[in-house]
């Protein structure tokens, strides 16, 4: 019973360089979202997507690409990642009814030197 | 208004305490209000969650007081335990231009301790 998986769980990168981070849900889950956790910041918001094939901006969206081409998948990329972006970023899926629970995955933790 | 202010910062309880975290909020069209707890290295969970039609809600230990003339609720943990010591989380449920999405606005997060 896997959830919401996350990979990778840790990266360190370079700044300018690029990377995908992917999400991968088992369980049917129409809604994705990813999050980023920062200290004091609490989870902010940078995309979500409400279905196959849309994707829209959260809080915190500049930097950020997302796409959502299968149901089950939502990949988070850095185009050209900075310090700024060094955080915990967070997976997490819903069916999308209002009051419905979010299910997160255990995080990537990503370094930008 | 999409703010919802969450104190304290860190708490540290005794066991078989009661640990108590406030948050307050602007925005009038919230409509759920979830807690999610979240152990070091691993994703937040859902804890508990409450709708501003009720003034209190209670699961085992854990009970979320709802005040919504004052915009505030919160999480009251009795008989603390050191197993609790993890991060909480307050979050609202807003929606997006009237659209059908559970988009949550979280708390900053508080540190609870529970020393043995």
């Known amino acids: 019973n896997a959830g919401v998986t996350q990979t990778p769980k840790f990266r360190v990168l370079k700044t300018g360089q690029s990377m995908t981070l992917l999400c991968a849900q088992d369980m049917n889950h129409e809604y994705m979202y990813w999050y980023r956790q920062d200290p004091g910041m609490g989870l902010r918001l940078i995309h979500y997507?409400?279905?196959?094939?849309?994707?829209a901006k959260g809080e915190v969206p500049d930097g950020y690409n997302v796409s959502r081409l299968k149901k089950q998948n939502f990949l988070l990329g850095l185009e050209s990642a900075a310090p700024s972006q060094t955080s915990v970023y967070f997976c997490?899926?819903?069916?999308?009814?209002?009051?419905?629970?979010?299910?997160f995955g255990d995080g990537t933790r990503l370094s930008i030197l | 208004q999409q703010q919802v202010k969450q104190s304290p910062q860190s708490l540290i309880v005794q066991k078989g305490g009661i640990s108590i975290i406030n948050c307050a909020y602007e925005?009038?069209?919230?409509?759920?209000f979830p807690w999610y707890q979240q152990f070091p290295g691993k994703g937040p969970a859902l804890l508990i969650a409450i709708r501003p039609d009720v003034s209190e809600k209670k699961e085992g230990r854990f009970t979320i007081s709802f005040n919504k003339s004052a915009k505030q609720f919160s999480l009251h943990i009795m008989d603390s335990q050191p197993g609790d010591s993890a991060t909480y989380f307050c979050a609202a449920e807003a929606l997006i231009y009237g659209g059908a999405t559970n988009k949550l606005i979280f708390g900053t997060g508080t540190l609870l301790a529970v020393q043995p």
């Open positions: 997490a899926s819903s069916f999308g009814q209002p009051n419905q629970p979010q299910h």
């Open positions: 997507s409400v279905g196959e094939g849309t994707t």
């Open positions: 925005n009038t069209a919230f409509d759920y």
